[in-house]
C-alpha cells in the first residue's frame, strides 16, 4: 500500500520560502511544506506566526527571552534572530512558496541598506 500522504490536495510538498538572518541578505531556500522545516530555519519549537500583507511571517517566540539580536523592524515590532517569509494560502490556511516576483519584492524590502535607511 502506497503512503497517501505524498499526496496532499491543496499544499505544495516543496515550496520557496525567504530566510532573513540578522546581519545577512535575505536568501532563497527551498524547503518541504511542513512545520518542521520552518522550525528548524527560526530555530524554535512553538515559533510565532505573523501575518504581513499577503505573506507569513515566521519568527522566533523566544527572541527577547534568548537575548538574540535584533534582525529586522517589521510594521514596529522588532523580530529577533531568524525568521522566514512564506506566502499565505489563506483558502487552505497554510503555507505556500513564494513566487520569482515575491522573492524579487522582498528580497528588495528586506535588504540590509534598506533596513538602515528606515532606521533614520
Do not use: H, W
Not at 93 to 120: H, K, N, P, S, Y
Amino acid at each position: 500500500m502506497k503512503d497517501r500522504r505524498c499526496f496532499t490536495i491543496g499544499r505544495e510538498l516543496q515550496m520557496n520560502v525567504l530566510v532573513v538572518k540578522a546581519n545577512e541578505e535575505p536568501f532563497t531556500k527551498r524547503v518541504g511544506n511542513n512545520l518542521e522545516n520552518i522550525r528548524k530555519i527560526v530555530e524554535d519549537e512553538n515559533f510565532e506566526i505573523m501575518e504581513y500583507e499577503d505573506y507569513l511571517i515566521c519568527y522566533n517566540s523566544k527572541g527577547l527571552i534568548n537575548s538574540l539580536a535584533i534582525n529586522r523592524y517589521i510594521d514596529g515590532l522588532a523580530v529577533r534572530g531568524t525568521f522566514a517569509i512564506t506566502g499565505n494560502n489563506r483558502k487552505e490556511m497554510d503555507f505556500i512558496g513564494l513566487t520569482d516576483e515575491q522573492i524579487e519584492r522582498l528580497t528588495e524590502e528586506f535588504t540590509i541598506d534598506r533596513e538602515e535607511d528606515l532606521e533614520l
